[in-house]
């Protein structure tokens, strides 16, 4: 009687247990089923893809392409109205003015004479003028001028340039600009000597010296150049 009771309550037991599977599972499908109601499955074919986004940009269907004839007709009656001599339109003329660029219009600078000025001096046919003076930042610089009407070239070290203040004191100074050798009857060659500041305290005036190289047949001697700030 004990076997026979313990098989009955195992095969309840069993039972009990695929009955509430089969419920879980039904409830489980009925539940997907209405979760997914009114999805559908992607069309994944590419003619139809094409035909629906055609049907979404009508714009595309518009677009119409020029025949051929046409663009030549166009481009022969141009060429003919180039060869005739027709004036272009207006709007062309104004777009060719637009994306023409302009030549920039150089400025001109007047110069103007400095009182005391130019100082020259002359040797052996070569010729050596201060022009004027300003000072920039912390250089007085000299406009220089230089040339030979003689009949032989004329060389320079201008580490020889002797440049002296009217109290005797030497002083430094940087050339740029001036010619290594003069030519005979040569152009005339414009530089720039540039004095510090720093030395020019109190300095009315400043004499310059030069000597060619190596034969030292001339001496062109400019003294007095007014160096003030006033001129």
């Known amino acids: 009687m004990k076997i026979n009771t313990t098989v009955l309550l195992t095969l309840i037991l069993l039972t009990l247990m695929l009955g509430a599977g089969s ?33 979404n940009n009508p714009q595309e269907e518009s677009v119409a392409f ?10 022969k009656s141009r060429i003919n109205d180039k060869n005739k001599g027709n004036k272009p339109d207006k709007s062309e003329e104004e777009e060719i003015k637009i994306t023409k660029p302009q030549p920039k219009e150089k400025p001109v600078v007047e110069e103007t004479s400095q009182p005391g000025f130019p100082v020259t001096a ?32 004329v060389r320079f070290l201008y580490s020889f340039l002797d440049i002296t203040d009217d109290k005797g004191r030497t002083l430094s100074a940087i050339t740029e600009g001036l010619p290594a050798e003069l030519p005979a009857k040569g152009a005339e060659f414009k ?41």
Request: no cysteine.
């Open 122 to 153: 002359e040797s052996e046919g070569v010729t050596m003028s201060v022009k004027s003076i300003r000072y920039s930042g912390g250089d007085l610089l000299l406009k220089v001028n230089m040339q030979n009407k003689g009949s032989d070239s």
């Open 191 to 231: 530089g720039t000597i540039s004095i510090p500041t720093a030395l020019l305290d109190d300095v009315k005036q400043i004499s310059l010296s030069l000597t060619d190289y190596p034969a030292q047949k001339l001496k062109l001697q400019l003294s007095d150049i007014p160096v003030e700030k006033g001129n």
């Open 66 to 75: 020029l025949k051929e004839e046409d663009i030549l007709k166009v481009v």
């Open 23 to 55: 419920a879980s599972g039904f409830l489980g499908f009925t539940l997907g089923s209405m979760a997914l109601k009114g999805v559908t499955t992607p069309d994944g074919r590419p003619a139809t893809k094409f035909k629906s986004s055609k049907a």
